[in-house]
C-alpha cells in the first residue's frame, strides 16, 4: 500500500518536472512557453486542465478546407452590406478622434483603415464571440490528420498560438480553467481581433493593461500591427485612390471569372502558387495595389482587403 502511495506521488510530482509528454506537439508547446519564462508547472497545469479535455466540433467543421469557398463568397457579401454602415463608421470616428489623432501621429495608419477594419471584423465591437481561443486550437491540434502541407500549416499555427495564449494568461496571473479568451471560430479575439501569436501588437491608449475588448486599446493595436507587421507608415493620400466603387466591382468581375485570382500578387513565396493578378499590370492601380497589400497583411484574403479599402474610401468622402 505504501509502495502503491509513493508510487503514485512520485509521478504527481514528475509530471510537473519537465516537458516529457506522449503528445508530441504538447510537448513542443511546453518547450517552447517554458523558454518564455513560463513555469513548467503551470504548463502542465494548462495542458492537464479540464479546459485541455474539450473538443469544439463546430469550430474544426469551419475550418475545413471545403469551407473556403464559401467563405469568400461570405466575404463579398459582408463588402456588400457593410458599405450601409457608413454612416457608423464616420460617426464611430469622430466619437473616438482624439484615440484616432494619435495613433495617425504615431503610426501613419489612416483613421479611416483602422475604423473600416474594426467594422469588418466585429462590427466596431458589437459582433458575439462565441468560441473560447484555446480550445478551438487544441481541437485542431487533437484532430487534424496531416496529409497535406494545408494540415502542416493548421497543426503549426495551432502551437504557435497555443502557447501564446498559456504565456498570456501566466503573465497575467490567470489560472488556466478561468483563462477564457472569447473569439470567433478561427480563435481570433477581442475587437480587433487579433490571433494570440499576434498579441505582441496590442498596446495600451493610456498606461495599464491593454485589453482588446476596450475599443481605444482595439484602435492603437490595430494601427501598431499595420505599423509594424505591415510597414504601413504614411498616410493615404486619397486623391491618389482612383474610383473605388468601379474598381471594386471590376475586381469581383475578374476573380469571378479567374479560378485563382488575387488583386495584388502574381504569385506566393511559401507555397510557390501561381496567382491570376488583378493590379498588376495596371500603372493606374499601383498606388491602391501597394496599400491593398499593406491591408493583406492583416488579413490575407483580396476580397477583405478591398472591402476594408471601399469602406474607408467611403468614410473618407463622409468625414
Known sequence: KYLLLLTFSTLLLAKYSNCDFINKDYEYICKKVTKKGVSVKYVNSFLFSDKASKINEQSFKLFSYKKTPSHRKDEKKANNSLVEKIPKIIAHVKKYSDVYDEAEKRFGVNREIV??????????????????????????IKKVKVRTSRDKWLLKMSKSNIVSIIKHCYDNKIEPNNCNLPSSYAGAVGIPQFMPASFVYAIAYKKGRVDLTRMQDAIMSASNYLNK????????????????????????DYDFIHKNSSFAYEGSKNSGKEYDCFACNKPELQYLREYIKKIMRYNNSSNYAMGVMRLAYDTHQGL
Open 115 to 140: 475604423a473600416s477594419i474594426l467594422m469588418k471584423e466585429t462590427r466596431l465591437g458589437k459582433a458575439h464571440l462565441s468560441f473560447d481561443a484555446f480550445i478551438g486550437f487544441n481541437t485542431l
Open 229 to 252: 507587421k505591415a510597414d504601413f507608415t504614411k498616410l493615404i493620400e486619397w486623391d491618389k485612390i482612383p474610383d473605388l466603387p468601379k474598381v471594386e466591382q471590376a475586381w469581383y
